[in-house]
């Protein structure tokens, strides 16, 4: 049994299969927009941080050149010349020149912001003259400040002490001839460098700049970091770890921007800078969640789409579909009628599209198919009436013949020589057989215009009958060897499909001993019943030709055929939505096999 589901129905499959349209399209273009959007948010997300990174790499090389500027303009000619003229002094001289030279100094430093101290030193290392008294006499001679300062003004890389960042100037003091005669250091409280690398101004709340330096095989940090702020603990990266990459980069003098994992072993977008002439790198980075936010609120935002995007369409598709198939609904229900016999359906044409044109046709169909069955009962009428016709008119003088032989054999007893006594048994052999030749087509006319009840047939009670009616000779069995079923059917069909099967096998049989099988077996929607004898067989060029009407290939010379029993069969059996044939070689002994099947139910 067929069973019909809500989505088998045309307006159903026509909104689905919208819907389903509407989906990829706007898949499609979602996913496109999708990644042109995340390309431009990834783009414009690297970009704002290499711009960072380039500001802040120019406002730390701006903030250098003023600690360079400050340092220059403290060291004024009169300051070479003066330690020069006071190193060469001696004595209360040399005293007098020092307290002048350090009142100058003192008068200079607070110009300079930041400073926190300048000492001159000679070329022994020693401090010989500070702004902080508490200097003086100290050796510096191994700093790489004091060191670099000889040769050319340098800048040390930002260092702690006693809790506070500080940064280093030097240059050289030269006499008249350019030779060095001291050393000229500043340092300066870092606080402006820092307020560049601890500004997250654009940064977010995952954002930060550091400032860094590549010491043999480790990067140090030089500022503070933003979730690791105790400047007394800034350790070191391997340079062998994926964190320290931006900053190898940086410090070779490279600028970029890559993705990476950071010092938290956090994966952060890292825009990168170097610092010329000091070595420094400077990165300025954030974390790819917070960088790249807009990508999730953008899928978000898709999604929602696509969301509403359905619902409209639903809301759109779901009435035209409803116009659509609303007139081949009304068409598939006159259809339902016309199949029940409803021959006066009518499928109003409410316009003249495609599906109009249909229902028009439709109309002239069952116009035509209402004249064809009137036409059909006009001929039935005429097919009955012939049939009443040949029962009547030909069947009473058979009857007539048959009894007039009788009589004459009768009344002659005794007077008839045998000749006579044998033409007149031919006589009533051929009107027996005229009248099974006229019922034959009576039968044959009925299959298809007469309809039999529809009733619970059990198939081993009906061939137990058949069988018995069949009469066969004594050395002839006839086995049933199967379990057979009950079928809701029509009994009197299926009886004289089993009888002209059974009496062909039994009535063809060219010995006196023989057998015939009966099976059936299950076959889904239909069962498939079995006729198997052990005869003489039917050559596979006769198989098609013995199911036609009156023919017969007469194998048995004692047995006349009126050539309409397989024609029969094969009428009731298809009428019946089934189909017959018969596998043979045509061997003697091994006979054929006839098979049909029959429907379950109706």
Avoid at 234 to 247: D, K, Q, T, V
Avoid at 464 to 482: K, L, Y
Avoid at 500 to 514: E, F, K, R, T, Y
Wanted: hydrophobic share 40%.
């Amino acid at each position: 049994m067929r069973i019909r589901l809500p989505f088998n129905s045309l307006s159903t499959q026509i909104t689905v299969l919208s819907l389903a349209l509407l989906l990829i399209l706007t898949l499609v273009v979602g996913v496109i927009a999708y990644r042109i959007t995340r390309s431009t948010i990834e783009v414009e997300g690297i970009a704002s941080l290499e711009a960072l990174a380039t500001a802040r790499q120019t406002a730390i090389k701006i903030q250098l050149e003023n600690y360079k500027n400050n340092l220059l303009s403290f060291a004024h000619p009169n300051l070479a010349a003066e330690t020069t003229a006071m190193l060469a002094a001696s004595g209360e001289d040399r005293i007098r020149q020092e307290s002048i030279l350090a009142a100058s100094m003192k008068r200079e430093q607070p110009i300079h912001s930041d400073l926190e101290w300048a000492d001159i030193v000679d070329l022994s290392g020693e401090v010989i003259i500070s702004t902080n008294t508490a200097n003086e006499g100290r050796i510096v001679a191994k700093t790489p400040v004091f060191m670099n300062g000889v040769v050319r003004p340098s800048i040390s890389d930002p260092f702690i002490d006693q809790g506070t960042i500080y940064i280093e100037l030097s240059m050289p003091l030269n006499d008249g001839q350019d030779n060095t005669v001291a050393v000229l250091i500043h340092r300066y409280n870092a606080r402006a460098l820092l307020s560049i690398t601890g500004d997250y101004t654009g940064l977010g709340s995952t954002g930060e700049t550091v400032l860094g330096v590549r010491r043999g095989e480790e990067v140090h940090f030089l500022t503070p970091r933003r979730f690791a702020s105790d400047v007394s603990s800034f350790e070191p990266l391997p340079i062998s770890g994926g964190a320290a990459r931006p900053m190898i980069g940086a410090t070779a003098g490279q600028s970029g921007a890559i993705q990476a994992p950071d010092y938290r072993s956090v994966q952060v977008i890292a825009a990168y800078r170097p610092i010329q002439e000091t070595g420094w790198g400077i990165v300025v980075k954030q974390d790819v969640v917070e960088a790249f936010a807009g990508i999730s609120q953008l899928r978000t935002n898709l999604m929602m789409g696509l969301g509403l995007a359905l619902l409209a369409g639903a809301i759109i598709v779901a009435p035209l579909t409803h116009n659509f198939v609303q007139p081949l609904n009304e068409l598939e229900r006159a259809t339902r009628k016309v199949a029940a016999g409803d021959l006066s359906t009518h499928v109003p044409i409410s316009q003249l599209d495609e599906v109009g044109q249909v229902a028009e046709s439709f109309n002239a169909m069952v116009r035509q198919l209402s004249q064809a069955r009137d036409e059909l009962t006009h001929s039935n009428r005429e097919l009955s009436s012939f049939a009443y016709v040949v029962s009547h008119d030909l069947k009473t003088p058979l009857r007539g013949i048959a009894s007039l032989s009788t009589w004459l054999v009768e009344d002659l007893q005794g007077k008839l020589e045998g000749e006579q006594i044998e033409q007149l048994r031919l006589l009533r052999e051929r009107v027996q057989r005229m009248d099974a030749l006229i019922n034959g087509l009576l039968d044959y006319s009925r299959v298809g215009r007469v309809r039999n009840p529809e009733i619970v047939v059990d198939v081993n009670t009906l061939l137990v009958r058949v069988i018995d009616t069949a009469s066969p000779p004594e050395g002839i069995r006839i086995n049933v060897t199967t379990k057979m079923p009950r079928l809701q059917t029509d009994e009197l069909h299926l009886t004289q499909v089993f009888q002209n099967l059974i009496s062909n096998a039994v009535n063809h049989h060219p010995g006196p001993q023989g057998k015939v099988e009966i099976s059936g077996r299950d076959q889904g929607d239909f069962w498939e019943f079995t006729v198997r004898d052990d005869g003489l067989g039917i050559e596979p060029r006769h198989h098609e030709r013995i199911f036609q009407m009156f023919q017969s290939l007469q194998t048995n010379q004692d047995v006349e055929s009126t050539g309409i029993g397989l024609a029969l069969v094969r009428k009731i059996v298809e009428e019946h939505g089934g189909k017959v044939w018969v596998e043979s070689q045509g061997v003697p002994g091994q006979g054929s096999i006839f098979r049909f099947t029959w429907p379950k139910t109706k």
